[in-house]
């Protein structure tokens, strides 16, 4: 038989660790050997028990889970993390993973996801709550659906200067104005002027408008006229 | 004689005494005739001619002309002493006494002045030449004395003297009139005093010039029945009179003792009298309006300056002073952008060209800095003034302090600002509670059930359905409230930024509103905003779409994300009915209506500017401009708490 696996628990709830505890507790082969409620406590017990997996909540009292999985990470490289946290959120789960952790489960689902979750880890897989999964697979393929709608890869190839340039020229100053206005030689402004129609295909002024009104950088006023 | 003459002789004689009797009577004759002539010239000479008795003055012969100059027949006249004829005026008798004298002595006299008298009483100027006539020893016997009538030139020269003297009057009323800082009284008083010696009895003259409740008069003054008046019209109206008394009887003339040219003086003099009064009435308004203006002007409640075209102050009221807490010496001569702040004066030197161009600047605030260095909010309008050809030549300004009614806005600002944030966070509090405490409770106590059958010995399936349901409600209940949580706060703002955030968000609202909504989002990818800023911009489109949908009665909305560098651009416009702007933010103000309001708020709460342009049945247009913050504000990943 081989020998059980030792987990650690961290969480600042005690009655959720109870919880976290009773679930593992089921499995002969898991054993949990410390729990902590805050990450001062848990970077001892996991230097001093070396437990081949951590169950870590990203809000914790003293510091973040994230960095917790990071710096017990650093003390050894072989220790899986779970993140067992209340955020659902996309920017959560990818700094968890990006921290080192291999595995994320939201909390609601601890009940139904945790075994299968430290299962995985410890095989040296991912794992990710299908609950959170499902929504970030969602709103990434949302997002970038929209992405193509709403967003304009020329305009934002432009710098910040062009811009300035471009907001001005589509409002009808000339090149001398322009020069005045922003403390540049017309020469410059030429310049910019020339690059923003290169990098956005626009040929005349007449277009540079419209492509601005577009935007909404300008408005063309079809009220007045 | 011895011997008889001849006949030859004789007739000789004859013939010679015959031609000595013809040449005689012809001579006698001649003389006759020549006495005749001489007789005729002496009587009926242009001149009257006297032969006075050296010995006592009686008249020993005359002419025709002098008993005409006189009204005596010869008769009369051979009876009387050349004295007799004399006027007792001081140029009469005494005077003719004196002639006498000097032809007595032998002296010839020409062209001696004298007032003689006719017999009925007047006095008659004459011009009198005297030749003395001497007999063999060179005793004085006669005079031969020519008598000139010049009572014509005389009569003349009276009326040039009193013309001289009415033109003396009348320049020297003008004299009066013109000296500077002379008051109305004095240039009457000197006006009376002056007429008497216009007459022609200085000496008992006295006058009289009354002009509307004043009364001005020589020393002399008395009333008296001979009496010359002239009313005084001021304006068309009956306002005084110039009156002169005679202070005894004189000889009647023109009118009673008066002179036809003393009548026309006094008209003159009540003239002159009346238009200088006209013009001193006229000074006196204008000086008092001036004085009045000059009161209103530099004790107005309201700051009053003037600069010229180039901008140096030449005029302020005391208003002014006070406020700034400087001298009249410290201000005048000084360029305007002395007394304002750096920002009023970059204003300044923008607005400056366009008001000497158009003369107009209505309702500009500026801040004005006092000595003290406090700073006053000012509101001014500036109207230009304008020389005869229309050239600007100067502005005047007029200030209103502000400052309080600044103070008020701002507070209102602010109070607006802190309820916003106050808004903000407090939806960010309840969002973490919800998170982190509700929510990790339920968790727990889903933990918590999820694990309180696993001891139990035997668990019917009917429980442990139930069991199963329960604790899908509960992971349900979870979800909601972690959801209600991220609602509070703009889902996705710190997931996926601010573009995406808004992207959803116009897409949800699109879903639940049945509105087009459009949104479009350029240049923002390569910049980061801090949070305050991301959750205004994502708060100003939501609130934008929110009041689209409850007034516009849209069916297309716009929502526009721009990077302008230095400046984010959001656009927010509809298809719907429009409103007039104006009333719309009055009324919002009246009903606390806060839409626009409190967007313009928000819009200011990170630097921003917002500008509403709606017409009816075209739509509304939101424009909103805020300043890029450069670098991401790290409250925005403590938004949940770690």
Known sequence: MTQKKTILVIDDHPLFREGLKTIIGRIARYEVVGEAGNGREALGMAKRLKPDLALVDVSLPDQSGIELTREMLKLSSKIRIVVVSMHSKVDYIVKAFQAGATGYVVKESASEKLLEAIDTVLKGDYFMDTHVSQKVIRKLMGIQNGETNITNAAYDSLTPREQEVMTLVAGGLTTNEISKRLFISQKTVENHRSRIMHKLDLHSTIEVARYAAKLGLIDVDLWKE | ?642
Not at chain 2, 51 to 66: K, M, P, Q, V, Y
Not at chain 2, 85 to 97: E, H, N, R, V
Not at chain 2, 300 to 316: F, H, K, V
Not at chain 2, 354 to 359: D, F, H, N, R
């Open chain 2, 1 to 642: 004689m011895n011997k008889k003459p001849t006949y030859e002789e004789m007739e000789q004689v004859f013939r010679k005494l015959e031609e000595e009797t013809k040449r005689r009577q012809k001579a006698e004759k001649d003389l006759q005739k020549s006495e005749e002539m001489y007789c005729d010239l002496f009587e009926n000479a242009p001149n009257a001619y006297f032969f006075i008795s050296g010995e006592d003055g009686s008249i020993l012969r005359c002419n025709t002309i002098a008993m005409e100059l006189l009204g005596y027949d010869r008769a009369t006249l051979m009876g009387m002493k050349v004295f007799d004829l004399y006027a007792d005026t001081p140029y009469g008798i005494s005077k003719a006494q004196n002639v006498f004298k000097r032809f007595k002595n032998g002296e010839s006299i020409r062209d001696a002045e004298l007032q003689m008298r006719h017999k009925n009483g007047y006095p008659i100027w004459v011009n009198l030449s005297v030749e003395p006539v001497k007999d063999h020893n060179g005793n004085i016997i006669e005079s031969r004395s020519v008598v000139i009538d010049i009572s014509e030139r005389k009569r003349s020269e009276v009326v040039l003297r009193e013309r001289v003297k009415e033109l003396n009057c009348l320049y020297g009323i003008s004299n009066l009139v013109e000296k500077r800082g002379i008051s109305l009284e004095e240039i009457i008083q000197g006006t009376v005093d002056l007429i008497p010696s216009a007459f022609q009895y200085p000496e008992t003259t006295c006058a009289r010039i009354i002009i509307g409740d004043q009364e001005f008069k020589t020393k002399n003054f008395i009333e008296t029945d001979w009496r010359q008046a002239c009313d005084i019209f001021v304006h068309g109206e009956l306002s005084g009179t110039v009156e002169v008394f005679y202070l005894e009887e004189k000889p009647a003339c023109h009118e009673g003792p008066f002179l036809e040219e003393e009548r026309s003086l006094i008209n003159n003099i009540a003239k002159r009298l009346a238009r200088v009064t006209e013009r001193m009435w006229t000074e006196k308004e204008v000086r008092f309006l001036k004085e009045k203006y000059e009161d209103l002007y530099h004790n107005a409640p309201i700051m009053y300056l003037s600069i010229d075209t180039n901008g140096i102050i030449i005029e302020c009221n005391n208003a002014i002073l006070n406020k700034l807490g400087h001298t009249k010496r410290k201000i005048i001569g000084k360029h305007m952008t002395t007394f304002l702040t750096g920002k009023s004066i970059a204003s300044f030197k923008k607005d400056f060209p366009e008001l000497i161009k158009t003369g107009k600047l209505m309702g500009v605030e500026r801040q004005l800095v006092t000595k003290s260095g406090e700073i006053i909010y000012v509101q001014l309008s500036v109207t230009g003034e304008y020389d005869e050809h229309g050239k600007l030549i100067k502005t005047r300004a007029s200030f209103e302090d502000i400052s309080s009614l600044k103070q008020a806005e701002e507070r209102i600002h602010s109070l607006t600002h802190a309820l916003i944030n106050a808004h903000e966070s407090e939806r960010q509090m309840i969002s973490r509670e919800l998170h982190d405490r509700i929510a990790q409770d339920l968790s727990t106590l889903k933990l918590g059930f999820d694990t309180l059958l696993y001891n139990q010995a035997s668990v019917s399936l009917e429980e442990s359905q139930k069991a199963a349901e329960f604790s899908e409600i509960f992971r349900n209940t979870i979800a909601a409230v972690r959801d209600l949580s991220y609602d509070l706060r703009p889902p996705f703002l710190d997931q996926m930024g601010l573009v995406e955030a808004i992207s959803n968000f116009c897409r949800s609202f699109s879903e639940a509103h049945g509105l087009n909504v459009h949104f479009s989002a350029a240049g923002m990818d390569n910049i980061r905003l801090n949070f305050e800023t991301e959750i205004n911009l994502y708060r100003l489109a939501q609130e934008g779409l929110n009041n689209i949908s409850k007034h516009a009665e849209a069916t297309d909305a716009f929502v526009k994300l721009v990077a302008a560098s230095p400046n984010i651009i959001l656009r927010v416009e509809d298809n719907g009915q429009g409103f007039d702007v104006e009333r719309r933010l009055e009324e919002a103000t009246n009903e606390k209506r806060m839409g626009l309001r409190s967007m313009e708020e928000r819009a200011s709460l990170v630097g921003g500017k917002m500008t509403v342009e709606s017409l009816p049945l075209k739509g509304t247009k939101i424009l909103i401009k805020i300043p890029q913050k450069k670098g991401r504000n790290d409250t925005k990943k403590n938004d949940t708490g770690h």
